[in-house]
C-alpha cells in the first residue's frame, strides 16, 4: 500500500490550519511552543536523552508507589504491546521509555498535543455566549496561519520519528522493514510512502528558525495574555483579552 507524502502532508497542514481558524491564534501558539521543543529536542540528540532520563525517574518514582495488583496488570499489558519500551525485569522492574524508539517519540507527540490542547482551553476557555472568550476574524485568519505551520511542524516529526535517524542511538522503523527508507510493516500489510521531499526540518539552519519563529509566537501570546501592573506597591498579575479575541 503506498501514500503519497506530499498529499498526506497537505491535507495535515490543511486540517490543522482549519482547525486553527476556529480556534485562534493564541490556542494554537500554546500547541507551537509543545511542537519547538520537540524540534529542539530533534535536533540536539544528547539533550533528548537526557529528557527521556528525568521521565524515566519519574516513572520509576511513581512505578515504585503504584500498588502491586495494579503493577502486575501493567506488565501483563506490557507483554503484548505493540508500543517499544523495555519494561519490568527480575532486578529493575520500573517501566522505562527508549530515547532511540521513535515509537517512544510519537506517543510522547499525542502527549503533548493533548497537554496543549486543555492548557489552551482552561487558559482561554470559550464556553458560548456569557462565558469565555470569541475569536474575531483577525484572530482566525492568524490562528489558520499558526494553525498550518503546527501542521507543518508535526508531519515533519513524525516522518523523523519514523525515519529515526536523528534520535539518540535509534534504529528506524525501515531498518525494521523492506519496504524502503519510509516503509511500516506490520502483520503483513506493508505501508510504503512515495514522493517523500528530499529535504527535513533538521536541513542546515531550518529547526533553529523554527524553534525560533514558535518561541516568538509563543512570547507574543504570553504578552497578550498576561501583564504585570503595580497597584499599592506591589505587583499584580493581570489577564488581557488577546488580539483577535473579545469576551462574551
Do not use: C, H
Not at 511542524?153 to 513524525?158: D, S, T
Not at 525501515?174 to 536541513?203: E, F, K, N, R
Not at 524553534?211 to 504585570?228: D, E, W
Request: charged share 10%; net charge neutral; aromatic share 12%.
Amino acid at each position: 500500500m503506498e501514500i503519497n507524502w506530499m498529499v498526506l502532508s497537505y491535507f495535515v497542514i490543511g486540517l490543522f490550519a482549519l482547525n486553527g481558524f476556529f480556534r485562534g491564534w493564541w490556542k494554537e501558539a500554546i500547541t507551537t511552543a509543545f511542537l519547538v521543543f520537540l524540534v529542539f529536542l530533534l535536533a540536539q540528540p544528547q539533550f533528548a536523552d537526557d529528557f527521556i532520563g528525568v521521565v524515566n525517574i519519574i516513572l520509576e518514582t511513581v512505578y515504585a508507589v503504584l500498588p502491586e495488583e495494579l503493577i502486575n496488570l501493567f506488565q501483563s499489558s506490557l507483554q503484548t504491546s505493540p508500543v517499544a519500551a523495555s519494561a519490568a525485569n527480575a532486578t529493575n522492574p520500573a517501566f522505562q521509555i527508549d530515547p532511540g524508539d521513535g515509537n517512544t517519540w510519537l506517543i510522547l507527540l499525542i502527549t503533548f498535543i493533548a497537554f496543549a490542547v486543555m492548557i489552551s482551553r482552561f487558559s482561554l476557555p470559550d464556553y458560548g455566549p456569557g462565558n469565555g472568550y470569541a475569536v474575531r476574524p483577525v484572530g482566525s485568519i492568524l490562528g489558520g496561519l499558526v494553525g498550518g505551520l503546527n501542521g507543518l511542524i508535526i508531519i515533519n516529526l513524525v516522518r523523523e520519528y519514523v525515519d529515526g535517524r536523528n534520535l539518540p542511538a535509534g534504529t528506524s522503523f525501515s531498518a525494521q522493514t523492506s519496504g524502503g527508507p519510509a516503509s511500516i510493516a506490520s502483520s503483513g500489510v506493508t505501508i510504503q510512502a512515495v514522493q517523500v521531499p528530499s529535504y527535513t526540518i533538521l536541513d542546515s539552519y531550518l529547526p533553529w528558525i523554527i524553534i525560533i519563529i514558535g518561541l516568538l509566537i509563543f512570547l507574543a501570546a504570553l504578552k497578550n495574555r498576561v501583564g504585570v501592573s503595580r497597584q499599592n506597591g506591589f505587583s499584580k498579575v493581570d489577564y488581557k483579552e488577546p488580539l483577535g479575541y473579545r469576551r462574551y
